[in-house]
């Protein structure tokens, strides 16, 4: 019997076929299932985050998560993860299609006829009919795209995740207290966003992940204290954990102050303009010599303008003209011109324009077609060693150093050896400048957020009048009581019916670890009345109380006690174990509400 | 791929297309006599190209009988009709030996074949006899034989019993022995004719002309289409799911719902996976598939397992529907074996 070939297909071609449609549904699987997955955790995630949230903003007792995008990325991360690794064989997958496509376990049974050694006829046959409905697998009609009930409460938890974080406190759950904390809020926000706003460009532009991000958070909470959506207390708490992140930026960028370099610059910078009025006086003579009356004229301006020239854009200019007039009389402008203009942008603070000024002058000199005289040579090497010279002990040493190189280059007439060393120079002082503008952005910031937090201490009637001073932790700093404030004696400790001594001793520890009292007249208990909410100071002193425990000025036996008791303040309630100090012994109420004078 | 492996192939796919071709010509020919009775008619011609026997059992004057007539008629096989009453014997059903006079006159005992000796074999109201007498089936319907007076005849194939028998509670039945059930393939339920197929009953059978079947097939090609039926292949998963369906009868089985622990004292015997696999098998084909699928053995479930389902006292009281039963075994099943991915 005569068999058209054509109309078969061999058990090769058909495993093939049927495999490679497989691998395909599988991956679409996949994808379904991350999707479907990172749903489910993305609504847990946003689930916890409202509820946390939720209560964070009624009750303000717990610190708002840093950024509730990160976590759930990670689970979405994870999902993927889990997808990726799902066990997904060929029979579980041809299963699935025939039961949703209805395919009668036309593809099951193929797969379990392909590892047949030598199939029959009928099996044959019954391959064959499996290929014929391959064309009827398509990944997204067996697995459609549906917005399914997880899908539904995903978008569920996400908006109620969003009316949280976004929507303002209602008026109905505060109280009249929490109220006028709100607008105080609003108040202070209006009164730093322009500020914060710029501490984000710079640090934006700082490229130092670390700092945009305190940047970032420092704007957020702005925003939140803005809307409504954030209670005082724990913007407050907010504002003290961002100032410690900060401290510690501070203290790991370790900026160099370019105070010094500044200095020293100063008269480098008056020299360079000297320099150049010299040049432009030189030009003058060589235009009268030549009879140019108007070049004459034009240069003893630009030598009179040298001599006044404030910053180095104006130097520039002025290099600029003196070049073309120097082209004018047939001679050329000495490159030594050029530190000219870097010695006054140094002296001007305007450090990206002695940088540039250099670039362009290692430009010059790594150019194949630069020739200079055996002068020009020595002047610029003179004044590269002099320039190094100023800047020998200052923070731009390392510019110092490469500068000092180049002019030994210049005296033996290696132009390329002096632009390397150029180039050297400046990537050093560029990336020494990037770290200042760090360590000045977060600076800037930490000032920033110790300004809020000063001005949330505020009593309200001084935020008002914007004329109160900060009340906060006696730690010495910019923190003093207002001599008449009139507090809302909220949180007052009550006082002690007692004629006691009138006098106490303060006692603290200086920086070097040495001790100190001092005695003051009238008992502390009877002087002055709490004005401030303890809420608004418990986060410095607990963490003066932490840094204490740490420096080890609390005997080791007695450090439990003492964070124990910072903790059942911050939970509002007396510690159980918590025995009151020696000193206030006397003063039931110093154990309740901790006085922050 | 080689030439024969091609031919091989195009030979199966060829008799699967005659096999399609049969059972339609045969439904056609059958629905010209007989009116609705879809189902029964599908599982008949299931069971009759799968060589198994059927029960049909229904209220008497539904058809039953018409139906396997003309079935035979349009299969050109030998029809014989055994009415089966109490005083019925043994004898009277499997043929007996009778003394034979010839033209010289000496004389023989000779068999004289029972109606038995037919291939559709219509077993009219089968519970009517006594239990002895239906037992004379049982040997024909299991090795497609019989022995009398010593000597083994065999039947000619095909051999198929169409059993019929009235409800089991009405007055003057003998219910069937266990063993004898079990040699049914399918146990199939006559169901009363709607309003509409009673007004076309009426219509074909109150005319001048009766109408009458054609012959479809001879006996050879049912005999290899039967064949070509076993050649068709069962995946593992579906063959799995037909055995923990036959497992989930028996109260004791994993997959057992609760029912069926209630209500049930034996469950079905591996005959009845066998006839679901089987009959999964003739309905692939005649569905135009060459594999059995898990809706085909579902299926053939009802028919397959109803009467080999033994209910103990409770479920007898509580006159439970051994079908109930066997859907609720399907459906926690199907839960449980379900094969997909979780998107």
Redesign the interface.
């Known amino acids: 019997?005569a068999?058209d070939?054509s109309a078969?297909?061999?058990?090769d071609a058909a495993n093939r076929a049927l495999r490679g449609r497989l691998s395909r549904l599988r991956a679409w699987?996949r994808v379904?299932?991350g999707a479907?997955l990172a749903m489910m955790g993305v609504a847990v995630g946003a689930g916890a985050l409202v509820l946390l949230h939720g209560y964070e903003r009624l009750y303000g007792v717990m610190h708002p998560l840093e950024d509730a995008v990160f976590p759930l990325l990670v689970g979405c991360a994870a999902a993927a993860l889990v997808a990726l690794i799902?066990p997904?064989p060929d029979?579980?997958?041809a299963?699935?299609a025939?039961?949703?496509l209805g395919l009668?376990?036309?593809l099951?049974?193929?797969v379990?006829?392909m590892g047949e050694f030598y199939p029959?006829?009928?099996?044959?046959?019954?391959i064959?009919?499996?290929v014929r409905h391959l064309s009827e697998l398509t990944p997204w009609r067996a697995?459609p795209l549906r917005f399914d009930r997880r899908a539904k409460v995903m978008v569920g938890c996400l908006a109620l995740l969003a009316v949280v974080e976004l929507a303002p406190i209602p008026p109905l759950l505060l109280s009249a207290r929490e109220q006028e904390e709100q607008a105080e809020l609003r108040l202070v926000a209006q009164e730093f966003k322009p500020a914060v706003e710029e501490l984000n460009e710079q640090a934006d532009e700082a490229e130092d992940e670390e700092t945009d991000e305190a940047a970032k958070r420092l704007e957020r909470l702005t925003q939140r204290m803005e809307r409504g959506s954030v209670t005082k207390r724990a913007a407050l708490l907010e504002l003290a954990e961002l100032g410690d992140k900060l401290d510690r930026l501070d203290k790991e960028i370790k900026p160099p102050s370019l105070k010094t370099a500044r200095v020293a610059a100063q008269q480098v910078g008056e020299r360079g303009r000297e320099e150049l009025a010299k040049r432009a006086e030189e030009l003058a003579e060589r235009a009268r010599k030549q009879g140019n009356r108007e070049l004459e004229k034009q240069m003893r301006e630009a030598a009179e303008k040298a001599r006044k020239a404030a910053n180095a854009s104006q130097m520039r200019e002025l290099g600029a003209e003196l070049e073309q007039a120097a082209a004018q009389t047939g001679t050329m402008l000495a490159p030594a011109a050029v530190l000219d203009t870097v010695a006054v942008a140094i002296a001007g603070e305007e450090w990206d324009e002695a940088l540039n000024a250099l670039g362009d002058l290692q430009e010059m000199l790594s150019g194949d077609d630069i020739e200079l005289t055996e002068e020009q040579a020595r002047e610029l090497a003179e004044r590269m060693e002099e320039l190094a010279e100023k800047l020998k002990d200052t923070e731009l040493s390392e510019l110092s150093e490469c500068l000092k190189q180049a002019g030994q280059c210049m005296r033996q007439g290696d132009c390329q050896g002096a632009a390397a060393c150029l180039g050297q120079g400046t990537q050093a002082a560029r990336s020494g400048l990037g770290a200042a503008r760090l360590g000045e952005g977060v600076a800037q910031m930490r000032a920033a957020a110790d300004a809020a937090a000063c001005a949330l201490r505020r009593p309200a009637s001084a935020q008002s009048q914007q004329s109160g001073q900060c009340i906060g932790p006696d730690d010495g700093s910019q923190q003093q009581i207002p001599p008449n404030a009139e507090g809302s004696a909220l949180y007052a400790p009550r006082e002690t019916p007692v004629d006691a001594t009138p006098e106490h001793v303060r006692s603290a520890v200086r920086e070097g670890g040495e001790s100190y009292a001092s005695p003051t007249r009238g008992a502390p208990d009877r002087v002055d009345e709490s004005r401030v909410p303890y809420y608004e100071v418990i986060g410095d002193y607990s963490r003066a109380a932490e840094d204490a425990l740490e420096r080890e000025e609390v005997p080791p036996a007695y450090r439990g006690t003492v964070r124990q008791y910072f903790e059942s303040l911050e939970s509002g309630q007396t510690p159980a174990g918590a025995e009151p100090a020696a000193g206030d012994a006397g003063n039931p109420g110093a154990s309740e509400e901790p006085s922050d004078d | 791929?080689t030439?024969w492996?091609?031919?091989?192939?195009?030979?199966?796919?060829q008799e699967?297309g005659r096999f399609r071709r049969l059972v339609d010509g045969l439904r056609e020919q059958v629905g010209r006599v007989i009116v609705g009775m879809d189902g029964v008619i599908e599982n008949t011609l299931i069971a009759l190209l799968a060589g198994g026997h059927v029960l049909l059992e229904g209220v008497p004057g539904l058809g039953k009988t018409l139906l396997v007539r003309t079935l035979s008629e349009a299969l050109d096989l030998d029809f014989a009709r055994i009415q089966f009453t109490p005083d019925l014997m043994p004898a009277d059903i499997t043929g007996t030996m009778v003394l034979w006079e010839g033209p010289g006159g000496e004389r023989e005992f000779q068999f004289q074949h029972g109606p038995i000796f037919g291939n559709v074999v219509l077993a009219d109201e089968v519970n009517r006899a006594t239990p002895k007498t239906q037992s004379a089936l049982l040997e024909a319907m299991q090795e497609h034989s019989v022995s009398v007076a010593g000597t083994t005849h065999v039947l000619d194939e095909p051999f198929l019993v169409f059993a019929t028998q009235n409800p089991i509670e009405m007055e003057g039945t003998y219910p069937l022995p266990e063993a004898q059930l079990d040699r049914f393939l399918f146990k199939v339920r006559v169901e009363f004719p709607s309003l509409t197929e009673l007004h076309e009953i009426m219509n074909r059978t109150t005319g001048v002309e009766m109408p009458h079947a054609e012959k479809v097939a001879s006996r050879e090609e049912i005999l290899s289409l039967a064949a070509?039926a076993r050649?068709?292949?069962?995946?593992?998963?579906?063959q799995q799911f037909a055995l923990r369906l036959l497992l989930a009868t028996h109260p004791e089985g994993e997959d057992a719902p609760e029912a069926v622990r209630q209500f049930v004292r034996y469950g079905a015997s591996p005959r009845g996976a066998q006839a679901m696999l089987l009959s999964g098998k003739v309905r692939?084909l005649m569905?135009g598939?060459?594999?059995?699928?898990?809706?085909?053995v579902k299926a053939s479930a009802l028919p397959a397992l109803r009467h080999r389902i033994g209910l103990n006292f409770e479920g007898q009281a509580e006159e439970i529907d051994p079908d109930d039963l066997i859907r609720e075994a399907i459906e926690g099943l199907e839960a449980a074996t379900?094969?997909?991915?979780?998107?």
């Open positions: 019997m068999v070939a078969y297909v061999s058990l699987v379904l299932l479907r799902w997904l029979r579980l997958m299963a699935s025939d039961r949703r009668w376990d036309r099951g049974t193929a379990g006829l029959s006829g009928m099996a044959r046959a019954q064959n009919d499996a697995y | 791929m030439e492996d091609q031919m091989a192939q195009r030979r199966a796919e699967a070509v050649e068709v292949p069962v995946a593992d998963h579906v692939a569905g598939r060459f594999n059995v699928a898990v809706e085909d379900r094969q997909d991915v979780p998107v």
